[in-house]
């Protein structure tokens, strides 16, 4: 759902928790990355010693985000994803209130999940949601993901719960001001242009996506995002 990509960052702290110390260059080398399941188990291992660790704690609830935005997996595997991944986020915000990752992950989550089982539109979990986004952009006011993520929840409620196409419209343009290669923020901007018919604006923000390179190790869900922004050129440039 609202996505940032942090797996080098993991998989360096990982590794350097087995006692594997190596360079953030040197992770370029690495032929084959573990698979997020892989980095789960281990973060898994070391939970018991890192229990009063906020840092450790908002790695964990990232690795659970990326599980649960795997579109191949079971429903049910993925909500219990969302599910630990909010516990994890919510033990960093008990450990450090003022971290603002803490307060991304926590929504990131709780919103993914509840978006996943049609509960997104509940005013309970609305007023949630945009507690800690708001906290998180109160404590960051240029962290990507949470503008992301408030733009997107502006965009998608309706008026009476919140919703607000002009404020939808600049905290995503924000996201990608912020962060140029936001490949999923850039995604939604171009489709909440068409979805103002501005064709010409989401085609700029689509071409801008494909003109970077992509990074080989770049994650499945930014492959996919960039593959779904090539089909939607695909269809702006047929006559």
């Known amino acids: 759902m609202f996505r940032r990509t942090t797996v080098h960052l993991i998989l360096i702290l990982v590794l350097i928790g087995m006692g594997q110390a190596i360079s953030a260059g040197a992770v370029d080398e690495v032929s084959a990355e573990p698979s997020l399941q892989d980095i789960l188990k281990q973060l898994l291992v070391q939970k018991d010693q890192h229990a009063s660790d906020s840092?450790?704690?908002v790695r964990l609830a990232d690795v659970y985000l990326d599980l649960g935005d795997d579109p191949a997996g079971e429903?049910?595997?993925?909500?219990?994803?969302?599910?630990?991944?909010?516990?994890a986020a919510k033990q960093a915000i008990d450990l450090q209130e003022q971290n603002a990752d803490a307060h991304y992950?926590?929504?990131?989550?709780?919103?993914?999940g509840a978006q996943l089982t049609g509960l997104m539109a509940s005013a309970f979990t609305v007023?949630?949601?945009?507690?800690?986004?708001?906290?998180?952009?109160?404590?960051n006011p240029n962290h990507a993901a949470a503008l992301h993520m408030k733009g997107m929840m502006l965009e998608e409620l309706p008026w009476v719960?919140?919703?607000?196409?002009?404020g939808a419209l600049a905290h995503l343009k924000r996201a990608?001001?912020?962060?140029?290669?936001?490949?999923?923020?850039?995604?939604?901007?171009?489709?909440?242009?068409l979805k103002r018919k501005d064709q010409a604006a989401a085609q700029k923000e689509l071409d801008a996506i494909l003109s970077r390179p992509l990074n080989p190790t770049a994650s499945a869900g930014e492959?996919?995002?960039?593959?779904?922004a090539q089909r939607l050129l695909n269809t702006l440039k047929k006559p």
């Open 55 to 57: 840092s450790f704690h």
């Open 127 to 139: 007023k949630e949601l945009k507690q800690h986004v708001d906290r998180a952009l109160l404590l």
């Open 223 to 228: 492959r996919r995002h960039r593959e779904e």
């Open 105 to 112: 992950l926590y929504a990131a989550n709780l919103g993914s």
């Open 176 to 193: 990608v001001a912020v962060k140029p290669d936001y490949v999923h923020a850039r995604l939604d901007l171009a489709k909440v242009y």
């Open 161 to 166: 719960l919140g919703g607000d196409a002009d």
């Open 75 to 87: 429903q049910s595997a993925r909500k219990a994803f969302y599910d630990e991944g909010a516990q």
